[in-house]
């Protein structure tokens, strides 16, 4: 069976043109605000491999000004936090129409630590989220994260 995995493995690895079996954006809240107004919510990308679902953060580069004074402030716009879910946290993963949500294809990762919800670009794009955690989850559930992680980084 171990042959079987990494063969299908391969095959899907093979059509991707990533180092993550997923990639694309979604909009999320702030990390130490999920019930935020909608209008704090932000597209961001994300990446999915054998270990999480990683938001990524970009961090801007850091801005010189001159005051009417003369000083010079820097001013530097930097998040350090970023949502991440551990594959083995995850009890479930849905998606979801909720209208504590902002508008639009609602996932809803129900983990260990608690609900994470994400809004997806299209329902489509939902769909491809939700089927490639759940082909991440089944290869982790059955012991095989490390016949995945080798595929992908190789």
Known sequence: TLQVYSSALKLV???????????GNMTAPPVENAIALHR????????????????????????V????SGTIAEVTNEEN?????????????SSCADLTL???????IDTTHGPIFLIANSWESLNGW?????????IYARGKTDVLASIITS
């Open 13 to 23: 690895c093979s059509m991707l043109h990533l180092p993550h079996l997923k990639e």
């Open 130 to 138: 939700l089927d490639a955690i759940r082909l991440v989850y089944t």
């Open 81 to 93: 936090s970023a949502i991440r879910v551990e594959i083995p946290d995850i009890v479930s993963v």
């Open 102 to 108: 902002p508008p639009g294809a609602g996932l809803c």
């Open 65 to 68: 000004s001159r005051s009417l």
């Open 40 to 63: 704090d919510w932000k597209r961001t990308e994300f990446f999915l491999n054998h270990e999480a679902l990683q938001q990524v953060i970009k961090v801007e580069q850091k801005q």
